[in-house]
T-cell receptor
Framework: GAGVSQSPSNKVTEKGKDVELRCDPISGHTALYWYRQSLGQGLEFLIYFQGNSAPDKSGLPSDRFSAERTGGSVSTLTIQRTQQEDSAVYLC??????????????FGPGTRLTVL | AQSVTQPDIHITVSEGASLELRCNYSYGATPYLFWYVQSPGQGLQLLLKYFSGDTLVQGIKGFEAEFKRSQSSFNLRKPSVHWSDAAEYFCAVGTNFGNEKLTFGTGTRLTIIP
């Protein structure tokens, strides 16, 4: 079946512009995660959704970053007033979490963001 | 808070040789441990995971990993590497049955020489 998809695959923007990154999880997966991968910081957790709510936003680096999920499916990560340090690969993952059941996170190919 | 250490940044092995990638974790409760592989320009692919039970877990592509609680380790092994195994390997620890955030190590880049 289809895996996690992300769009765009690449995004180049100018400093100060806003960007939106999209994630389509595996159909039926209730949990969705955003991570960031950068040279200096490695793989960092950003935010986690269970359904449409976000129980853990602890990894969002500043208030310029926000995310939403609608219909328990698609998620959008928005970065306002982008800075050069926001340049990274943004990875999305989803899992079929259900109660105490064990979850495995399946990752998309990522969006490479370059801020000039 | 949990953490993961992968002490080897870069490893080079000959094709056909055995491989062991090291991973040490720190977590106060029951750890849920994962190994992922990332090929250039690709997302992360799950190799294997450990939740409980048998401490030796088998994964895809001929990989296995052994959980050693006394050493807080979860090392990845393969008896004979193939050129296609060249990639970056990440160890991760998860909480709450792996259903919440994963904390990743910094990764080990594997190079295979003919």
């Amino acid at each position: 079946g289809a895996g996690v998809s992300q769009s765009p695959s690449n995004k180049v923007t100018e400093k100060g512009k806003d960007v939106e990154l999209r994630c389509d999880p595996i159909s039926g997966h209730t949990a969705l995660y955003w991570y960031r991968q950068s040279l200096g910081q490695g793989l960092e957790f950003l935010i986690y959704f269970q359904g449409n709510s976000a129980p853990d936003k602890s990894g969002l680096p500043s208030d310029r970053f926000s995310a939403e999920r609608t219909g328990g499916s698609v998620s959008t990560l928005t970065i306002q007033r982008t800075q050069q340090e926001d340049s990274a690969v943004y990875l999305c993952a989803s899992s079929s979490r259900s109660g105490g059941a064990i979850g495995t996170q399946y990752f998309g190919p990522g969006t490479r963001l370059t801020v000039l | 808070a949990q953490s993961v250490t992968q002490p080897d940044i870069h490893i080079t092995v000959s094709e056909g040789a055995s491989l062991e990638l090291r991973c040490n974790y720190s977590y106060g409760a029951t750890p849920y441990l994962f190994w992922y592989v990332q090929s250039p320009g690709q997302g992360l692919q799950l190799l294997l995971k450990y939740f409980s039970g048998d401490t030796l877990v088998q994964g895809i592509k001929g990989f296995e990993a052994e959980f050693k609680r006394s050493q807080s380790s979860f090392n990845l092994r393969k008896p004979s590497v193939h050129w296609s195994d060249a990639a970056e390997y990440f160890c991760a620890v998860g909480t709450n049955f792996g259903n919440e955030k994963l904390t990743f190590g910094t990764g080990t880049r594997l190079t295979i020489i003919p």
